[in-house]
């Protein structure tokens, strides 16, 4: 059984930091990618970072700078540096793993840890 645990979240005020961890187990064969998205209560999830086993990163617009992710693909573990947070930066951060096996692509998530940026 695959499994993704995060760790990391908390409060922080605004312009602090934080780094997030994620930790895949299980027989996870395939493992193309993994990433961080968000989601507020009563919207979408939205995608955050990712990063594929071909050492290749992407960020959405609204955190690029700000935020880095860093994938270590034989440990099956991501990260994710969260700088300069924001206020609307609160969410809950789930962490993705994406396989690809014989060309058809499967997610995994995780539970999801808070992050709540407030003074």
């Known amino acids: 059984q695959v499994q993704l645990v995060e760790s990391g979240g908390g409060l922080v005020r605004p312009g602090g930091s934080l780094r997030l961890s994620c930790v895949a187990s299980?027989?996870?064969?395939?493992?193309?990618?993994m990433g961080w998205y968000r989601q507020v209560v009563g919207r979408q999830r939205e995608f955050i970072a990712t990063?594929?086993?071909?050492?290749?990163?992407d960020y959405a617009d609204s955190v690029k700078g700000r935020f880095t992710i860093s994938g270590d693909f034989v440990n099956k573990t991501v990260y994710l540096q969260l700088n300069s947070l924001k206020p609307e930066d609160t969410a809950i951060y789930y962490c993705?793993?994406?396989?690809?096996?014989?060309?058809?692509?499967?997610?995994?998530w995780g539970q999801g840890t808070q992050v709540t940026v407030s003074s």
């Open positions: 990063s594929t086993n071909r050492d290749t990163t």
């Open positions: 993705n793993g994406h396989v690809v096996l014989v060309g058809i692509g499967y997610d995994y």
């Open positions: 299980g027989k996870i064969g395939g493992l193309y990618a």
